[in-house]
């Protein structure tokens, strides 16, 4: 098989290149799901519970444009109100459905003012019965000067223009705007002084959520410049989370590709000073990942936000198999001068670990999908399949780059000697002598920063997965001080035989035992609750009246609510068809998730009790929530399975559990140390650096097999001593030439503004430093110490060699 793969080298190749141009030219690139529904399963009970309810009242995808105005309540700013929402309704943004702002808002007391002054007449002077349609057009032209038929009634910006510069008129007017209950906190501040537009959008599928936060932000710009803002409006809310984070997966797979690239070519060129072994892992990567992305695109899968990294592991993949491939190959050029016979003599010792690797690492990372979050869960797929592609074409690559048709390198001298090798030798010495200290001295240094495992949390404020300079930290941190939470959650509860008094009483109750959950875990609490109680009676006023004419005026105002702009609003809390009703929380998107989440649990609780099991919470808020929940439950279990999986195959690959233990040893150091780094240093574990344990497993395991099969190999031909010195004279290169590759690959993550990666590609990197300096430090020093205690058991004998080899290491 070598031979054939020597002489058809040139073709391999030329077929790789070709497949690499065709991808270039013709493959397809890689989409993602933009919503927060792909984070979980399709028949996750809180991702049916969330479309029920959309397609009930409407979908929840609200951003807000919040900016500070003094003069915001005066003719003058509710005129620009009026412009910055025209603008946007005005500009064709796909995405946009509508726009609420301030200006069109009617004036929700006029009606109640309206049929309560009614109420306030004699007896003998009440003309009407319940129901005449004369009572309804009486109100109408009261209202608005008009009878009958779609009427419109007055504005908040036509009654404030019409009090012009009258401060009496406008002071009463402030009083009524801040303090209304569908207001206040909404669409504007207790002071008058800010304002929000709420901009409902498409559904995340049916729109670049990207494309269209971008446009918003555009003209909330374009808005500041003319008017001379202190500061852009703040462009908030789920959509902008999840558009920014998508957009950072964008930015850093383009970075990651350039620099990593050149970082790995830098890097084996450096050490190999051949181009041909330089471009290796470059073609090899690359066509992976391209190949990867044509299958994904042929299949219509779509990646999800947890996967932005996967460029650069693609890429990374080809490191490991590279290096030890180049650098083995030169050793053997310095002791024969026949290149073919040094490439047959290379790939006949490194082509089974890197075999071997493959298959463990495919192993190891196909553990990722025990996960119940689906972004990890594709994460793990994807790269176990790209694991065993990268590793093969790695392997084919080479021959290329062994016996190439051009010499572009600087060609190594036979008899010479590596100046790395000489130096790892004198290390391996230096660990044979003292290999005690050397594993006490480890563990006395590891153990303690692992500890700080205990004391790792979680990170449950999805705005700090973002830097605090960033635009969307900052303009959440405005929004959130100046208007309260804007964390939407809904509780759906029954309401059959349509809308009584009753029904809006209990509605009434369950909105204020939801509004006096109190905080806990660091949390704010609820901030506002909105409910069909609120449309329909939001000071309470109905609600003293007898019970007759409370009935008579709700359903009067219900036929006057269906004939105004008001219908739209009324159909956001209430779906006759089904008999249900909506209670909207809101509370701030910045508290921690448990906060979050205890206060969804007890609103639940209270709907239930009130309602019976018809009553269930969902939104947005609570979806963002769960994923939390979801990192939690699977980073253990996942990191368990890779663990055991990664086990099996070491056993099988030595052999026997006793070389497989020991080959584990270093790379568990490894992640002990990353994840009690974390702990330590207060970095929290995410929806990305829930992977790092066991990428940090797939990346390390490389090594290791590299080191101990090609121990093993000659152990059994060998004395101890000259197995293990010239073992690593080999391997020990290839270990830190492609643990430097890979951990200044992954350091390139820390530009990126997505937190979540940025911690990613820093613990990566420390977690490979460290696995790299166990395989040639720590892991040839536990083999010496298990030598020395083989040799003080048996009596004094001439030393065994071959097939005692294994019980004796």
Known sequence: MIALMLRVRLLIFAGIALALVLLLAFGKEVRYDQSIESFFAEDDPAVVAYRDASGMFGNDQFVFISYHDEALLTPGGIDRVAELAGEIRSAGIEGVVSVQSLDEMPLFWQLDDSLLLLEKLPEEKRLFVPGRAEVLDLIKGGLSGEGGGRWATPTIAGAIRSAGEEPDRLAELRGRITSHPLLEGTLVDDSGTYTALMTRLLPAGEHDAKVTVSELRRIADAFADRHGLDRPPAVVGPPVLLADGFRAIEVDGRRLATVGMLLIGLVTLTATRSLWWAAVPLIAGWTTWLGTETILGLLDLRLSLSSGPLVAQIIVLTMPAA??????????????????????????????????????????????????????????????????????????????????????????????????????????????RHPGPIVVGTLLVVAPLAAGIAFIRYESNYINAFKPTTRVARDYRFVEQNLGGIGLAGLVVPVEGGITPEAIERVRALDEAVLGIEATGGGEGVGYVTSLATVLD????????????????????????????????????????????????????????????????????????????????????????????????????????????????????????????????????AVGLVLGLMGWLGLKLDIATALVASVALGLSVDDTFHCLLQFRRLRQTRPFEEALFSSYQVTGPGVLLSSLAVALGFTVLRFSEFVPFATFGLMVAIATAGSSLGNIVL???????????????????????GADADAES
Not at 405 to 414: A, D
Not at 543 to 552: E, I, K, V
Not at 788 to 795: E, L, S, T
């Open 779 to 801: 892991l040839p020093a536990c083999l010496s110490l298990a030598h020395r205690r083989a040799k003080r058991r048996r009596p004094p004998s001439p030393e065994p060699v």
């Open 323 to 432: 290096s030890h491939l180049a650098l083995h190959f030169r050793d053997d050029l310095r002791k024969t001068a026949d290149r073919r016979a040094a490439a047959e003599e290379t790939l006949r010792f490194v082509s089974e670990p890197i075999l071997w690797c493959a298959l463990t690492a495919t192993v190891g990372y196909a553990a990722l999908v025990s996960s119940n979050v689906v972004p990890i869960r594709q994460f793990g797929t994807v790269l176990a399949i790209a694991t065993a592609a990268a590793a093969l074409l790695t392997l084919l690559l080479a021959p290329v780059a062994m016996v190439p048709p051009v010499r572009l390198e600087i060609p190594v001298r036979y008899g010479s000697t590596s100046r790395l090798s000489s130096a790892m030798d004198r290390l391996t010495g230096a660990v044979y």
């Open 538 to 669: 939001p000071d309470g006023r109905l609600g003293g009246l007898d019970p007759g004419r409370r009935a008579w005026l709700l359903r009067t105002k219900l036929e006057l609510i269906a004939a105004t702009p008001q219908a739209d609003l009324l159909r956001s809390f209430w779906n006759p068809e089904a008999g249900r009703a909506r209670t909207m929380v809101r509370l701030s998107e910045s508290q921690p998730a448990p906060a979050k989440m205890a206060i969804f649990e007890r609103a639940e609780a209270l709907a239930k009790a009130e309602y019976g099991g018809l009553a269930y919470l969902t939104g947005l808020s609570h979806l963002l929530t769960q994923t939390t929940r979801g990192v939690i439950a699977t980073q253990w279990t996942t990191f368990s399975w890779a663990t055991l999986g990664i086990l099996v195959m070491l056993t099988l690959a030595f052999r026997g559990p006793k070389l497989a233990v020991l080959a584990i040893l270093p790379t568990l150091l």
